[in-house]
């Protein structure tokens, strides 16, 4: 493997966005990129990233392979990147270790470290292809917001989206609070777009410490796509340059 | 009261 990322502060700000949910994954890698699929200890929430072989520039990948990487160690590593730097990762077959190597852009700096792979038996999961019945689109900042505002009443967030828009609420001790967005264009900054694109209504029950999580992936991308149906695990999504993402799946609460 | 999914029960093996 030899991959070659033109900001190494994107891989950093994946690895700070996953790093509380999972611990342990691996990274497997063949010719169209680099994937990571990993559930959380408690098997609620599910993570799931794809870097295109085309968000790298060069990328090659012979044989596949998985490299097994603890995450707190390779945020260690990756603190050690500037924040301009370009990454390059590299991997023999059947490796021992994966070599980042740093580069400064507008200096002579290189700076190389190894991180020592571990053998990581991980359960992989089919993700069947599902349309949704909602699929909204936000600002990334605002979702984040209300997750943050509404974990301070209770542990949970009900979802509704219909035609009117899409409504988060929640009940606690202390009292109860909601939010609702509808459909929003702003023509001078789409980043602020809402946009609901709905074929049935839906209502569904989560836990708001997964979102909160999740929402640490905000840095990633102005906006964030929530797609939901009911009855099945949520899908939140932050897009990244050539097709490139890091999607989250939450598993609903049941029984209400 | 409302009890908490598992993401395995929805998403089989591969």
Do not use: W
């Given at each position: 493997l ?30 169209s990129?680099?994937?990571l699929?990993a ?9 799931s990233?794809?870097l295109k ?6 990328f090659?990948?012979?044989r596949?392979i998985?490299l097994?990487i603890n995450?707190?160690s ?7 990147a ?5 990454l390059t ?11 980042l190597?740093?580069?400064s852009?507008d200096?002579?700096r ?8 571990m053998?990581i038996d991980?359960?992989h ?6 349309e ?8 990334s900042?605002?979702?984040q ?8 009443l209770?542990e949970?967030?009900?979802?509704e ?5 899409v ?8 009292g ?7 459909s929003?264009t ?9 946009e609901?694109d ?5 209502a569904?029950?989560?836990?708001l410490k997964?979102?909160?999580n999740f929402c640490?992936?905000?840095g990633?991308s102005?906006?964030?796509?929530l ?12 897009g990244?340059?050539?097709n490139?993402?890091l ?5 609903p609460?049941?029984?209400? | ?6 993401i395995?029960s ?5």
């Amino acid at each position: 493997l030899e991959a070659r990322l033109e900001q190494a502060n994107l891989l950093k700000k994946v690895v700070d966005a996953i790093k509380d949910l999972v611990q342990d994954c691996n990274f497997d890698c063949n010719d169209s990129g680099i994937a990571l699929q990993a559930m959380d200890n408690s098997h609620v929430a599910l993570v799931s990233m794809m870097l295109k072989s085309e968000s790298f520039s060069p990328f090659r990948c012979d044989r596949n392979i998985a490299l097994g990487i603890n995450l707190t160690s390779l945020q260690k590593v990756l603190r050690c990147a500037n924040s301009e730097d370009i990454l390059t990762l590299k991997a023999e077959d059947a490796p021992d270790v994966v070599n980042l190597v740093f580069e400064s852009a507008d200096s002579d700096r290189l700076s190389e470290y190894d991180i020592k792979l571990m053998d990581i038996d991980q359960e992989h999961l089919g993700i069947p292809e599902t349309e949704y019945a909602a699929n909204i689109s936000m600002p990334s900042a605002e979702f984040q917001k209300i997750c943050r505002d509404l974990m301070a009443l209770s542990e949970s967030v009900a979802i509704e989206c219909t035609k009117e828009g899409v409504k988060f609420s929640c009940n606690g001790d202390i009292g109860s609070g909601s939010v609702t967005l509808r459909s929003h264009t702003n023509v001078d900054k789409p980043e602020n777009n809402v946009e609901i694109d709905l074929t049935e209504p839906v209502a569904l029950t989560f836990s708001l410490k997964y979102l909160v999580n999740f929402c640490k992936a905000s840095g990633l991308s102005g906006q964030v796509k929530l797609c939901l149906s009911n009855e099945v695990p949520l899908l939140v999504e932050y897009g990244l340059a050539s097709n490139s993402y890091l999607r989250f799946y939450l598993a609903p609460k049941i029984g209400d | 009261g409302s009890g908490q999914g598992n993401i395995k029960s929805f998403f089989g093996p591969p």
